[in-house]
Structures are given as structure tokens and as C-alpha cells.
């Protein structure tokens, strides 16, 4: 299975709801990444999870939570949200292996978030 | 943050011809990756290439490489309809569990 799946496929949500994006992968990698990717521009990192813990965070607002409950999920927790937050959220995963590897990334189709 | 620029932004040619990216970076790297996007869906990895490495293939594909000038070139040999896409390369400074930084991306549109 060399698939990352993502749920939802689209979310619509307000700025006092709370909502969680979903990325699961059962490749056996140890690496999980969220990207925000605004239209018409590159994915942007926002986090890391290397072996479930969180090493790199981009300076991401707190009204986005990351959580990795084990090896093969990854969440995304949304809370208080702007509208300039709508974006389509992408997961990726990868070996991971600490430095002398290589991070090829396997990206799941994404979320497309909208806030209102 | 973005790393570099891809030229050209926006490329359109006709089924059969070659099609030619350009990637520019400003940090050292450990590798640099070539990624394709589909009508804004998920991504997928084409290629990569070591730091260490100057040219690599893989069926169509050929990248280049030249750190001293910190930049890549993606060439698509005998395009296709379904090789229209946006095209993305992604550098790497760390490992294997680092983040990518991507480029501004270049939309390749393949006239049949």
C-alpha cells in the first residue's frame, strides 16, 4: 500500500468552530508532514513528525494543532480559524531514517479547507 | 519559505515536443526533488537527485543539477496531453525527515 489517504476531501467551517484533518499512511514511515498550499502557490511546511515526535514546527499560528497518535496518523486540529486559513491542506509521509537518509515524499490528494 | 525561482512560470508546447524547467535555489542542499501537481489535488515525486550527483534519468525525465549555481532543470522528452500539470521542484537541507522547500512551480500546458 504506497498510499497516504486524507479526510475530509473538503471542509467548510466557521472562525468559532473546532475541526480536525485526518492523514493516515500505512507504508511504515517513520516521517509525517503537513503543508498549507494557498491557490496558485507552493505547498509551505508547516510541521514535522520524525518516530511520532514533533521536530520541526514553521513558526505555525496555535490555532492549528498538530497530534500524532501513532506511527500511521497524523491530525491536524483547527481551532478559531481566519478566512485567509482556507487553503488546501496537504499530508505527506516519508521513510525518515535521521540524516543519512533520503525524504522522497508521498503526498495524500489533500484537504481543501474554506472558512468563513 | 520559498527557496528560488522556477523559470518559466507558465509553459505551453505542442504533444510530442520537449518541455524544459528551470530551478534555482539559494541554500546549500542534501538533495533536490521534482515533484507534480494535478489540477491542485496531491502531489507526486518524479525524481530525485543527491547533492553529490550532476545528471540522473529516469524514463522521460532528466534532471541536472549544478550546485555551484545552485540550480536544477527538469526536461520531459516526447510530452504528452497527460503531462500537463504543474511542476514543482522541492530542495532538502537535512535527511530523512525534513521538510521540503518548494519553488514557485511552473504550469506546463501540452496542446494535443
Known amino acids: 500500500d504506497t498510499e497516504v489517504t486524507q479526510t475530509p476531501k473538503h471542509l467548510v467551517m466557521g472562525m468559532t468552530n473546532k475541526k480536525s484533518l485526518k492523514c493516515e499512511q500505512h507504508m511504515g514511515h517513520r516521517a509525517m508532514y503537513w503543508y498549507k498550499q494557498k491557490a496558485k502557490k507552493p505547498p509551505e511546511l508547516m510541521f514535522v513528525y520524525s518516530y511520532e515526535k514533533l521536530s520541526i514546527n514553521e513558526s505555525v499560528p496555535s490555532r492549528f494543532s498538530p497530534e500524532c497518535p501513532n506511527s500511521s496518523l497524523l491530525n491536524l486540529h483547527l481551532h478559531a480559524l481566519q478566512p485567509e486559513d482556507s487553503a488546501l491542506y496537504l499530508c505527506a509521509s516519508s521513510q525518515g531514517g535521521g540524516a543519512g537518509g533520503y525524504n522522497e515524499q508521498f503526498f495524500g490528494p489533500g484537504t481543501r479547507l474554506t472558512v468563513l | 519559505s520559498q527557496q528560488g525561482e522556477e523559470d518559466p512560470q507558465a509553459l505551453s508546447i505542442q504533444e510530442g515536443e520537449n518541455a524544459t524547467m528551470n530551478c534555482s535555489y539559494k541554500?546549500?542542499?542534501?538533495?533536490l526533488q521534482w515533484y507534480r501537481q494535478n489540477s491542485g489535488r496531491g502531489l507526486v515525486h518524479l525524481i530525485l537527485?543527491?547533492?553529490?550527483?550532476r545528471e540522473k534519468h529516469s524514463g522521460r525525465l532528466r534532471v541536472t543539477l549544478d550546485t555551484s549555481k545552485k540550480s536544477s532543470s527538469l526536461l520531459i522528452t516526447a510530452s504528452r496531453a497527460a503531462d500537463t500539470a504543474s511542476y514543482f521542484c522541492?530542495?532538502?537541507?537535512?535527511?530523512?525527515?525534513?521538510?521540503?522547500?518548494f519553488g514557485k512551480g511552473t504550469h506546463l500546458i501540452i496542446q494535443p
Open positions: 541554500t546549500s542542499i542534501n538533495n
Open positions: 537527485i543527491r547533492s553529490n550527483e
Open positions: 522541492a530542495t532538502s537541507g537535512g535527511g530523512g525527515a525534513d521538510g521540503l522547500t
